[in-house]
């Protein structure tokens, strides 16, 4: 975890042009409903003409996991898991380089009976949303795509 | 708190780059990512890089209003200093012409709006380090994004 935490505040002007105001604040402060950052809007309300409309606070973490060579290990080439939500709608999720256990051999689908594919599928279904903040359901199926020069699959 | 934003970061063996989003209200604590590196490492040969996790609240605050100043190319630049002796500028957008004294540029120091806003930027805002930070002045400026 870094050492301190990056909030931003979009301001809109009477005008209807947008600004942005980044300030760090303390690791500590994750909340951006919490009474630190509700502080420092009024604060801030106080000095500007601007309305605020959103205020994010971003935290960023370090990992040092190892890369590896496989049949897969190219960024470019990816496992797409589709995962149901709780309101019927499909989202997937992309891991970049596979594994190779992570497809039915000869095929490029996956084999969600892989441990792998199983544990990160219940992390996902356990932790995660849809962007509406729907639950994740369960898996329906996933296959290797790769991605095209412009990234787009 | 509304949901997060959870995006990660991966390199490959050759040092390509990728990037991958997801939404969570739960992956906000070191643990938390730690079980999502867990759970990535377990079936892509990529390293994990870095996490950034973006919670956010849309709650208005204030309300626009017009006036002079009243663009986002107009602000007020407040210069602090870190622990290290490094400055900082925090830019506030639009003030309002009340925090500045007549020559309408330099801060009015004795504003209650603006002694409220150093205390609460001095009390809340970190340098890098998570160290605390000093306020040294404010001016306004005018950025250069339309001339005049």
């Known amino acids: 975890m870094a050492a301190s935490n990056r909030l931003k505040i979009i301001v809109r002007t009477y005008g209807g042009t947008v600004a942005?105001?980044?300030?760090?604040?303390g690791a500590a402060v994750v909340d951006p409903s919490g009474a630190a950052v509700a502080a420092i809007r009024a604060a801030i309300d106080a000095v500007t003409k601007g309305e605020q409309t959103r205020a994010s606070i971003s935290q960023p973490g370090s990992y040092s996991t190892t890369s590896a060579a496989g049949a897969y290990e190219d960024d470019q080439?990816?496992?797409?898991?589709?995962?149901?939500?709780?309101?019927?709608?499909?989202?997937?999720?992309?891991?970049?380089?596979?594994?190779?256990?992570?497809?039915?051999?000869?095929?490029?689908?996956?084999n969600l009976s892989d441990p792998g594919v199983v544990a990160f599928v219940n992390y996902i279904v356990a932790n995660c949303k849809s962007k509406s903040g729907a639950a994740l359901v369960a898996a329906i199926g996933g296959r290797r795509i790769r991605l095209k020069a412009g990234g787009r699959a | 708190m509304a949901g997060s934003e959870v995006v990660v970061n991966f390199v490959d063996l050759t040092g390509q780059k990728a990037t991958e989003k997801f939404f969570s209200d739960t992956i906000e604590d070191a643990a938390a990512q730690a079980g999502l590196v867990a759970a990535l490492d377990g079936v892509s040969d990529a390293a994990i890089t870095g996490i950034i996790v973006t919670a956010a609240d849309t709650t208005i605050v204030g309300t626009a209003a017009d006036g002079v100043y009243a663009t986002n190319e107009d602000r007020l630049e407040m210069r602090f200093i870190g622990g290290g002796g490094a400055y900082y500028f925090i830019g506030i957008p639009a003030p309002d012409e009340s925090i500045f004294l007549p020559d309408k540029e330099?801060?009015?120091?004795?504003?209650?709006?603006?002694?409220?806003?150093?205390?609460?930027?001095?009390?809340?805002?970190?340098?890098?380090?998570?160290?605390?930070?000093?306020?040294?002045?404010g001016v306004r400026i005018k950025t250069r994004t339309k001339r005049g």
């Open chain 1, 77 to 110: 080439d990816k496992m797409s898991i589709t995962i149901a939500d709780a309101v019927g709608q499909y989202h997937s999720f992309r891991v970049p380089a596979p594994k190779a256990s992570c497809f039915q051999a000869g095929t490029d689908r996956v």
């Open chain 1, 20 to 25: 942005k105001i980044a300030i760090l604040i």
């Open chain 2, 106 to 137: 330099t801060l009015d120091l004795a504003n209650a709006s603006v002694m409220a806003l150093i205390a609460s930027l001095e009390t809340n805002a970190k340098d890098p380090n998570g160290g605390g930070l000093t306020f040294v002045d």
